[in-house]
């Protein structure tokens, strides 16, 4: 048994929490989050208002737990776009010939030209602003990241033993690539998943932030902050509290990512 | 060393015209009509189709696409379909904003990491280090524009010692100029800074555990000399590629930092497009956004050469 | 004849593992002493102890002076230690590819050793430089070169002529030529031997190779266990071994080839820390008896002797 490392503990703690908090407000929230409340506007913090309420009455505790859900969202389909595309295109890349591995090479890194931020607003520039597309535009904008580390964990199992082995006795490529390519770059799509996961959490409260991601009332903690913004002289905590909250999710999901990546041996030769 | 030069020059090159085609795709054509997007759905036929005919969008694609990009090469961006003004000099006057804030961000960025990645990695094992390493993870944390608006906060509301927004250019009054680019840089800045420690302690944890590092001691160097004349260009190799990378951040973060303090950049250019539907401004200045990534990443490549000599031969 | 390096009781420990136990070795001035014995025998450990250059968390004790220096080497500080190395020891390693600075030309590396001791003016470093790669036997544009463009001999005689740079009293070889082909490792050899001859440097030279020891050196050092298990005149203990590790030593790199079969010393060598207590060697010994629980005492004095209950070339008890 390894001993645990402290970055997987703490990470693993953090995203659990979320969640946890995330599946806890399908059932329970202090307080409607989306409710507006006139008569309790900009309350500071209290023990009925843990956070305070902002500037339509609405709970910022309550919020911030609906907004995990948003971030989780967004970060499950972001990754999923790019790992479904990312994979099959890196473990593709390091079994083809020459040039057809190179063309995948230079596509990806041209993509790499294109940062989450500013593929979402070009998307939201000509498919209109929404959850949907701030979703695709950041996971297409995380395969080339997910392409290449798979890429060369894929080398690197192709050069093993067994793999020359099922070659020498004829396999075809795809079973070679499903029965022993894919199960032993699992650990690389772990890790990768985990710190693309916080890269999404990152683009998606930018977005928010700047109006091109989830619209309202849904609760999101990019335009909680862009809500605050107004308020920033007479009630920061507006700010603070959505801000904590995203700079700890995406803290929790770099945690992990280290702590996973740390645990896996990354000489995949000594594998299996 | 020639070849490689011609490969990276060409590799640029195609990477520029393909993210062209790209990007005109992408912009001009999928939206659809987009004489119909910058008046929007309510406008009369009528007034569409003159539009059309004045900007040349009845045109065929191949030959709007060449006449955009004949353009750009003569630094002509059109003009806004909306706006009925040349694109061009916005575009300049916009990203000499921009650049300020990219650059002053990318010195802070420097002088944060350099010297605390190094200290990181000396010190690697005892608490100091793991302390250093534990601030940086959390500000790698804390986008760009979150901490802007807590270095806000703190310095403008709390203290008051800086402007909370604005933006004067250096020629008008170079002391408000500096006050009011002192924020925003730190915000980019200190948030790429802790990215780039991470690189700069594992380039530098590397360096140290090198052969020739342990020769430069046996004639007879202290361990911060050895460090410092053999070490620093070796690790300064893998930071430029990250380095290289994060000036693409920057420039991307920049334009989400320039709407919290309210600076009138690149970013709020395209901002105000996409919420203008001017489809031509947007496509120009996405245009310029990659390109100056692609041209960083060509320096980049460049720069490894100048580094490393081992790349100057041919492989 | 005074001696150039005097080590007496080094112990070098990791945590509370004994790596290296109560080694004592001196070298005479101009003297070519080998220090031989298998991987983990901590014959390494012992060089670098001498250089002040043992990894993080690896700590010497005992004592090691140096002819000429007036201060106890073993827990020197930095700064003194860095005045010393390179310039009174120096130091060629076991791996050339990667010994030099990829960055850096050659000419710069050589005149860097110069320069760091002040031995010679700015003006003349490049000169110099020149000189010591003629008296290694490469053109004088290899001062142009970058370490890549060279092969592992060539570098492995640049980290020669950088070591000789500042005519040490005492060069430590570690394994130089293990990494070599057999082609150039001859070549090399000569070079490190007409090196130290030509300015009567001592030589400290580490190896696994005993046909190596036979040809480069005059004394001899048998390590086993992090200990010194004999020592004495090349000639005399290659024909006529004490100890019992050396005898299977001998015996294993026999090249006589009337014997067929492949001699081997049975058993392998113990992770560090894993030595047996009394004699190290008793636990792969074919002679070990009760007796040899119990720490074999050092016959014979430092310069020619062994520590064995059972020595070979007497009958047994």
Request: hydrophobic share 50%.
């Amino acid at each position: 048994m390894k001993r645990l490392n402290p970055s997987l503990v703490v990470g693993g703690v953090i995203v659990g929490v979320i969640v946890l908090m995330a599946l806890i407000s399908f059932v329970w929230t202090p307080y409607d989050a989306t409710l507006v409340t006139p008569a309790s506007r900009l309350l500071e913090p209290s023990w009925s208002h843990w956070f305070g309420t902002d500037k339509f009455g609405r709970d910022v505790l309550s919020q911030i737990m609906v907004g995990s859900r948003t971030t989780l969202f967004v970060g499950v389909v972001a990754v999923g776009v790019a790992a479904v595309i990312g994979v099959p295109l890196g473990i593709l890349a390091a079994m083809v010939r020459r040039w057809p591995s190179e063309a995948i090479m230079r596509a990806n890194d041209l993509l790499l030209a294109f940062p989450a931020l500013l593929l979402a607003i070009m998307f939201g520039a000509v498919f209109g602003a929404s959850t949907l597309t701030a979703m695709i535009a950041i996971g297409i904008a995380s395969v080339p990241s997910f392409a290449r580390v798979i890429r060369s964990g894929a080398l690197q199992v192709m050069r093993t033993e067994y793999v020359l082995a099922a070659r020498a006795a004829g396999r075809r490529p795809l079973p070679i690539a499903v029965r022993h390519v894919l199960p032993n770059v699992t650990s690389l799509i772990t890790v990768q998943a985990s710190v693309s996961f916080a890269i999404a959490v990152l683009a998606e409260a930018a977005l928010s932030f700047l109006g091109y991601g989830t619209p309202p009332p849904t609760p999101s903690w990019g335009r909680m902050l862009q809500e605050s913004q107004e308020f920033l002289f007479s009630a920061p905590r507006l700010a603070i509290f959505p801000g904590i909250a995203i700079a700890i999710a995406v803290l929790g999901f770099n945690l992990l990512g280290d702590g996973l990546r740390d645990r896996f041996d990354p000489k995949l030769e000594d594998r299996r | 060393m020639i070849l490689r030069l011609i490969e990276r020059t060409g590799v640029f090159l195609v990477s520029l015209a393909v993210s062209s085609v790209l990007v005109f795709a992408f912009m001009a054509v999928l939206p659809g009509d987009p004489a119909r997007v910058a008046l929007g759905v309510n406008a009369s036929d009528q007034a569409v189709a003159e539009l059309r005919q004045q900007f040349g969008l009845d045109r065929p694609l191949p030959t709007q696409y060449f006449d955009w990009l004949g353009g750009l090469l003569h630094g002509d961006l059109g003009t806004s379909y909306v706006s009925k003004v040349a694109i061009g000099p916005q575009v300049f006057d916009r990203l000499q904003v921009t650049l300020w804030l990219v650059v002053a961000g990318m010195i802070i960025a420097l002088v944060v990491a350099v010297p605390a990645g190094t200290l990181m990695a000396a010190r690697h094992r005892k608490l100091s280090g793991l302390a250093l390493s534990a601030v940086s993870q959390v500000g790698v944390a804390v986008p760009a524009f979150l901490a802007g608006i807590l270095l806000i906060v703190v310095f403008a509301v709390k203290l008051g010692w800086l402007p909370a927004n604005g933006w004067t250019p250096p020629a008008q009054d170079p002391g408000m100029f500096l006050k009011q680019l002192i924020l925003p840089a730190l915000a980019l800045g200190l948030v790429q800074g802790a990215v780039l420690t991470r690189y700069v302690r594992s380039a530098v944890l590397d360096v140290l555990r090198e052969d020739y590092l342990r020769t430069a001691r046996a004639k007879g160097l202290r361990p911060f000399q050895a460090l410092w004349r053999h070490g620093l260009r070796n690790a300064a190799v893998p930071v430029v590629t990250v380095l290289g990378l994060q000036l693409a951040t920057l420039l991307i973060g920049a334009v989400v930092v320039e709407r919290v303090f309210v600076i009138p950049g690149l970013g709020s250019l395209l901002l105000d497009g996409v919420s203008n539907r001017d489809l031509l401004l947007v496509q120009d200045v996405v245009m310029v956004l990659v390109l100056a990534v692609l041209l960083v990443n060509f320096i980049v490549d460049l720069l490894y050469v100048a580094l490393d000599p081992r790349l100057r031969t041919a492989s | 004849m005074s001696d150039v390096l005097t080590v007496r009781g080094l112990s070098v420990t990791v945590r509370d593992t004994a790596l290296v136990s109560d080694v004592d070795l001196t070298v005479g001035a101009g003297e070519r002493v080998g220090l031989i014995g298998e991987s983990g025998s901590g014959k390494s450990l012992t060089a670098l102890s001498v250089l002040g250059l043992l990894p993080e968390d690896v700590y010497a004790g005992g004592s090691v002076r140096l002819d000429g220096v007036d201060h106890e080497l073993i827990g020197a500080d930095e700064r003194r230690m860095s005045q010393v190395r390179g310039r009174d020891i120096a130091m060629v390693f076991q791996e050339p590819m990667t010994a030099l600075n990829p960055t850096m030309r050659i000419g710069d590396q050589l005149a860097e050793a110069m320069l760091i001791h002040k031995t010679k003016p700015k003006s003349a470093a490049r000169a110099a430089a020149a000189e010591l790669l003629e008296r290694v036997q490469l053109p004088t544009d290899t001062l142009r070169a970058y370490p890549h463009q060279l092969s592992g001999g060539q570098r492995q005689r640049v980290v020669l002529a950088l070591a000789l740079a500042n005519d040490p009293s005492l060069l430590i070889c570690d394994e130089p030529t293990t990494a070599l082909d057999v082609t150039v490792q001859a070549l090399v050899l000569d070079l490190i031997v007409r090196g130290v001859m030509d300015r009567s440097s001592a030589l400290l030279f580490i190896t696994h190779d005993l046909a190596v020891v036979a040809t480069v050196c005059e004394r001899v050092l048998v390590m086993y266990g992090g200990r010194v298990v004999e020592s004495g005149p090349v000639v005399d203990v290659f024909t006529r071994p004490r100890h019992r590790y050396t005898e299977g030593l001998l015996a294993a790199s026999d090249l006589d080839t009337t014997s067929r079969r492949l001699t081997t010393i049975p058993g392998n060598v113990p992770p560090a820390g894993r030595f047996p207590s009394g004699c190290v060697f008793r636990t792969r010994c074919a002679h070990a008896t009760a007796l040899c629980e119990e720490s074999p005492p050092w016959s014979g004095d430092e310069a020619e002797g062994f520590a064995c209950h059972h020595p070979a070339g007497v009958t047994d008890a």
